[in-house]
């Protein structure tokens, strides 16, 4: 049996060892084929950046300058003042954080450093099966109860639409996030450190605020990050509850209604003939577009470079 | 001796006492009930959105849920024949999009990137590039299908189509599937590789026979989880032209022609629609919860789906 | 002090029949001159300087040696001396990992494995490994022995695959505790019997050598001697070579034995793996040339 398996003298040579070709052919095929799938990703960028390039270029080239500084979101009349929208995305990413922030971070230290298994294993797919809530549900919601029953009895604002709204709305939205990504980092900060510190007689609370915080702050800035750009890009949640509809003048209160830089594009691509409208409306939708992708976007790479430190330490 | 003189009878006195101190942590307890309270905070949100939603919906889903699914959509809300249909439609299509253009893409770019791709600096740039896009907002693909599908290819898609919002949401998605598929192909042991390689297995045998099935529960999780985001998602429908006012055709679920026609509806869609509506007729508030109701029994039952099926497989394996 | 190399050498006194072929027409005392003593075996691998590097880190240099036919060859020394580096050369497991790169000249029966026209794929059909730890795949007792003839193409009917199976794990002495249960997952065995059926798994697509990776390190005594017998009765049919951290496994069970040390390489400040002496078993642990194997297999270092 052994010695018909390789016969040393004369038939074995480098040959024997040649990758059959057929199957090489396969495996190149097959590799080349994953490979090309991978480049898809590449593809979609270059696209969203192309799209977004090619026709906020004519809005940037063709407007007249003077109206995207003025008294507010009129697109249809040619005011396309884009202060309003962003001013209006701050006011709403700011409520949000208000709201998702010490929640979301709570829960976080909650379940990372407090929480039994057993309780953890309960409570962590609820908070997970709210991060798969739709956000046209959110948006519902924030319209439905939190105006009436959180921005006018608290705060006597308006039983409708508000940024008010709209940002509780998009707080609670991101308060899974913040959540999971905080947890994350509080996990990765190794049991050593914990043990270091309670082996000198620190308290669990002073552990984790001293220790366990603070090792995990670059984890920690990255959900923040996160959540803000996640916020800055929410759209339907201010869409529905923001309290403006098609225009908006600019305001700086939270109480009043008016649109943010996503809620400005839905409502001005809405229904089938709003797309192509009058004069600039088509390129202004590229143009507020392309500023809200650069803000998002250096947002997500500052974060994404707080998530590698985070790797890197330990 | 010394020992016992060391601890004196004062100091034994002191240390029963910092010993009881440890049940008077009042900075301690407090600390924790305040995250016990956030904790629970989101969690009371969670069920007060469930219970406002299923309060308003319930008349409509209970006086006449049949109907509601089969009916279309309406002008008045009390007109009996207003029902999501059409939505349904549309939602299923955009699910069928998704899972053949996303899925397939997805998890063969994550084959690629954690058991082919040279770890150089192109491999990073394209990792990186996924992690970016994963973070783009939601709207801002809606104008790329904008501007690629409705408008540039719109002879092929149909321009508002269903066929430009399907392939504007598994774009969408992608990210979501390789990343997810990226961490259940990473979590392969390396022994059942090499174990493989070791009889003889070429690259995409040992692929196809250990990585996958291994791999299979995890891969699994992230396209049910993907799957859920997409037909949750709404924004970019409104702005690839998703209907608004009323729609004329109510297409059957296999009828092919309607993929690429010029007018469609979806369910999330449908409810930004009808509360939009109800600003008039405050009716369709009730139609829009009851529209609530039917997504969210999908995209629920998908999350929970993925969240077990996870749960087990990390417990399985240890 | 009583020196493993004294247990050694009793335990080599103990059974002189199972060396016998190996050693035949020899003279323990001629140390030295032994090799060119007797007929050669003929040799299946033949090493001549070489290198391995991982990136810009030299993990092995200039390593020097033949593997003989249907003998057992084991590799010793103490840990990061690159022994399982230069197992994983035999068969080309170093390709897996990036940046790995192989210098000086590796021949299987006059065949230079590195060759650029040779396939990895290839060498491993010829040369089956046994892991470290038992690795076993998520399937059944029968699937984990049939993979091997299946990815190969080896058997297409089932007949034909069930008396590789059969035939597999009766040369890994399983069939008896494992026939009634084939369909059972592989990871319901016993870590004794999950190597052996793994040492099935490598013989059932008929390898000309085993590769062997401290394969006993994580099984208790028993189910050691078990492996080390097992190897006994199939080293007629395969060439094995061994890497073993265990000096009374390589003097029990090899014909020739490898020493490794490591070194500071000080061109580069940093630790390179070098093969000290080889030389058959009795040789090394009993009469060694070189003073660093003694003080190794005496335990004054290590």
Not at chain 3, 215 to 244: F, G, H, W
Request: hydrophobic share 50%; net charge neutral; aromatic share 8%.
């Amino acid at each position: 049996m052994s010695d018909t398996r390789v016969d040393p003298v004369g038939e074995f040579s480098v040959e024997s060892l040649k990758a059959n070709p057929r199957q090489a052919r396969k495996e190149r095929l097959i590799r080349d084929s994953l490979g090309a799938t991978a480049l898809v990703s590449v593809l979609i960028s270059a696209l969203i950046i192309w799209s977004l390039f090619s026709e906020a270029w004519t809005f940037i080239i063709e407007v007249d300058w003077g109206s995207v500084w003025d008294i507010g979101w009129f697109p249809r009349r040619g005011i396309y003042d884009i202060k309003t929208l962003i001013v209006a995305s701050l006011i709403v990413t700011g409520i949000a954080m208000i709201v998702a922030g010490p929640l979301g971070l709570g829960a976080a230290i909650f379940l990372s450093e407090y929480a039994r298994p057993g309780l953890r294993r309960t409570l962590k797919p609820i908070l997970e099966i709210l991060a798969g809530i739709p956000s046209v549900v959110l948006g519902f919601f924030a319209l439905e109860w939190i105006a009436p029953n959180v921005v006018k009895s608290i705060f006597a604002g308006p039983a409708a639409g508000s940024l008010l709204a709209a940002g509780i709305g998009v707080g609670v939205l991101t308060i899974p996030l913040v959540a999971s990504i905080s947890e994350d980092a509080m996990k990765a900060v190794p049991m050593a450190l914990r043990e270091a510190s309670s082996g000198l007689g620190a308290r669990k609370i002073t552990t984790t605020v001293r220790v366990v915080l603070p090792a995990s702050v670059s984890g920690l800035t990255a959900a923040f990050i996160v959540a803000i750009s996640r916020a800055l890009g929410e759209t339907m949640v201010v869409f529905m509850a923001g309290g403006a509809a098609q225009t908006a003048t600019y305001t700086h209160s939270a109480l009043d209604g008016s649109l943010t830089m996503t809620a400005g594009m839905a409502s001005l691509a809405r229904g089938t003939d709003a797309v192509v409208g009058e004069g600039l409306t088509f390129q202004s939708l590229f143009f507020v577009g392309l500023v809200l992708f650069v803000m998002t976007f250096g947002l997500n790479l500052v974060a994404d470079r707080f998530v590698h430190r985070v790797r890197e330490q330990y | 001796m010394a020992k016992a003189r060391l601890v004196g009878h004062r100091t034994s006195k002191v240390m029963a006492q910092a010993m009881e101190r440890r049940t008077a942590d009042v900075r301690g307890r407090v600390f924790q009930m305040s995250l016990l309270t956030t904790l629970l905070i989101s969690l009371f949100i969670l069920g007060v959105l469930i219970v406002d939603v299923a309060i308003d919906a319930w008349g409509v889903l209970t006086g006449r849920p049949g109907g509601f699914l089969s009916g279309t959509m309406r002008s008045l809300s009390d007109d009996p024949k207003l029902g999501v249909h059409q939505a349904l439609v549309g939602t299923f299509w955009i699910a069928v999009f998704v899972a053949v253009l996303a899925f397939p893409v997805g998890i063969g770019a994550a084959i690629w990137l954690e058991e082919y791709a040279p770890k150089n600096r192109f491999t990073r740039f394209i990792e990186l590039n996924i992690r970016n896009l994963a973070g783009v907002p939601s709207v801002v693909y809606g104008l790329l299908g904008l501007f690629l599908f409705v408008e540039g290819l719109g002879g092929i898609t149909g321009g508002k189509s269903i066929a430009s919002a399907g392939i504007t949401l598994a774009i969408l998605v992608l990210p979501i599937v390789v990343i997810t598929a990226q961490e259940a192909i990473r979590a392969v042991p390396q022994e059942l590789k090499e174990g493989a390689y070791g009889v003889g297995a070429t690259k995409w045998t040992m692929i196809r026979s250990q990585v996958l099935p291994y791999a299979a529960p995890g891969v699994l999780t992230g396209t049910l989880l993907s799957m859920s985001r997409g037909i949750g998602e709404a924004a970019p429908l409104l702005l690839v032209g998703a209907v608004s006012g009323r729609l004329g055709t109510n297409p059957g679920f296999f009828d092919l022609s309607a993929i690429n026609a010029e007018a469609f509806m979806a369910m999330p869609v449908i409810i930004v629609e009808w509360v939009q509506s109800s600003g008039r007729d405050p009716g369709f508030a009730e139609a829009a919860a009851a529209a609530i109701v039917v997504l969210l029994v999908f995209v629920i039952l998908m999350n929970a789906a993925a969240i077990l099926m996870r749960n087990h497989f990390e417990k399985k394996r240890g | 002090m009583e020196t493993v190399a004294d247990s050694t050498r009793a335990m080599l006194v103990d059974k002189p029949e199972q060396d016998a072929s190996a050693t035949v027409g020899l003279d323990i005392g001629l140390i030295g001159q032994a090799a060119s003593l007797g007929p050669e075996p003929d040799s299946v691998f033949e090493v001549e300087n070489l290198d391995v590097y991982y990136g810009s880190f030299r993990a092995v240099q200039g390593a020097t040696f033949t593997v003989y036919k249907h003998e057992i060859t084991a590799m010793i020394g103490p840990s990061g001396c690159g022994k399982t580096t230069v197992l994983r050369c035999f068969n080309r497991m170093n390709d897996l990992i990036p940046g790995a790169r192989v210098e000086g000249r590796l021949d299987f029966h006059s065949v230079p494995i590195y060759d650029p026209r040779v396939d990895p794929v290839e060498v491993r059909r010829r040369i089956g490994m046994v892991f470290q730890k038992p690795n076993p795949f998520p399937k059944s007792i029968y699937d984990n022995i049939a993979f091997g003839p299946r990815v190969t193409g080896m058997a297409k009917k089932k007949g034909d695959l069930d008396a590789i199976v059969e035939q597999s794990l009766n040369r890994a002495a399983l069939w008896d505790e494992v026939k009634d249960r084939l369909k059972d997952s592989a990871l319901g065995l016993s870590g004794g019997q999950q190597q052996r059926l793994c040492i099935a798994r490598a013989v059932a697509v008929d390898p000309d050598v085993l590769l062997m990776d401290e394969p006993c390190s994580a099984l208790d005594p028993i189910a050691t001697t078990r492996i080390e017998d097992l190897m006994q009765e199939i080293k007629n049919d395969y060439t094995i070579v061994i890497v073993t951290h265990n000096m009374q496994q390589a003097a029990r069970i090899s014909n020739r034995t490898a020493f490794f040390t490591a070194q500071i390489d000080s061109t580069a400040d940093q630790r390179c793996g070098l093969l000290v002496e080889y030389d058959r078993t009795e040789t090394i642990f009993s009469n060694p040339s070189d003073e660093r194997t003694e003080n190794y297999v005496t335990g004054r270092f290590g």
